[in-house]
Structures are given as C-alpha cells and as structure tokens.
C-alpha cells in the first residue's frame, strides 16, 4: 500500500470534494455513493465513499487494494445552523476538501488545517498515521462554531 496516500488524494479530489462528479449506484438502501479506481503497477486500487444524511450525516470511506479492503475512515458530521448549511457545504466545505494533501501538516483526510472563505473558518486537525488515525474538521463563522465532522480510521489487516 505504498501509493496509499497519493492514491487518497486523488481520489478525494474526483469525487464528492469537486462537485461535478456523479454518484454512483447506492450501495446500501437511502447511500449516497461516490467511486472511484486506479491502477499501480497492475494492482488495482479501489475508492468508495457512502453516506447518509445531509445536515446531519455518517459515512465511511474505504480503500480496497488488490481486492482486499485495505484502509477505511468513518466519520460523523452536522450543520449546527441550518440556516448556514448550503454556504458550508458549497462554499466552504467542498473547497476545503479540494486542497487535500497541499498541507503537509496534516494527514491528507479532509482538507487544510486551516482555510478562510470570508467570515468562515475551516479548520482540521488529525492525530496519529494513516494506520491509524483520528480527526476533527470545525467551521466557524465570525468565531461561532456552525459545523463540525469528527473521524477516524486507519488499515485493516486480517
């Protein structure tokens, strides 16, 4: 799993993180699907993201490499102000996510450890590796918390 991590971020960035890319079949009664593949040296590897919910939401991330699942992330995250929820997610939240892996800083999870669109903060901190890990992406607005996603994850051995 050498090409983990650059594998992550290219994957991240061509499926919800960019908002042009399509869903796929739901995997799972009422998901929402991403997917995405790529090869390596003739070893496949496999992205699917599902979820559930929208203001409030819980999914899972996984990666299957030569068709074994090989990482997986899970996360939890709600709009505290749902007045504010089409602007966090269009606005702030996808364009986050579109800049994972520019800061070393952090694991290339979720997005910068900092990002500022006006009066809206991002922030994400992550503890540990991606063999295991875990994390916290905040949005705040003129200081006041209105998003937050929890996560955490790592690889998966037999």
């Known amino acids: 799993m050498e090409n983990l991590e650059e594998f992550l971020i290219i994957a991240k960035l061509n499926t919800y993180a960019n908002g042009k890319s399509a869903r796929v079949e739901s995997s799972r009664q009422g998901s929402k699907d991403y997917h995405f593949e790529k090869f390596y ?3 496949k590897y496999i992205y699917h993201d599902t979820y559930f919910g929208g203001k ?3 999914g899972e991330e996984i990666v299957y490499f030569d068709s074994k699942p090989s990482f997986a992330m899970n996360y939890y995250g709600s709009v505290l102000d749902e007045d504010e929820s089409e602007i966090i997610f269009n606005n702030v939240l996808r364009n986050a996510l579109m800049k994972v ?7 290339p999870l979720r997005g910068p450890s900092e990002f500022v669109v006006e009066n809206y903060v991002y922030n994400f901190k992550s503890i540990g590796t991606l063999e295991n890990f875990i994390g916290e992406e905040t949005i705040t607005k003129n200081g006041e918390l209105v ?8 690889v998966i051995e037999k």
């Open 41 to 43: 040296d003739d070893k």
């Open 147 to 154: 998003y937050k996603l929890c996560c955490h994850g790592g």
């Open 56 to 58: 409030k939401f819980i």
């Open 101 to 107: 892996g520019e800061d070393k800083s952090v694991l």
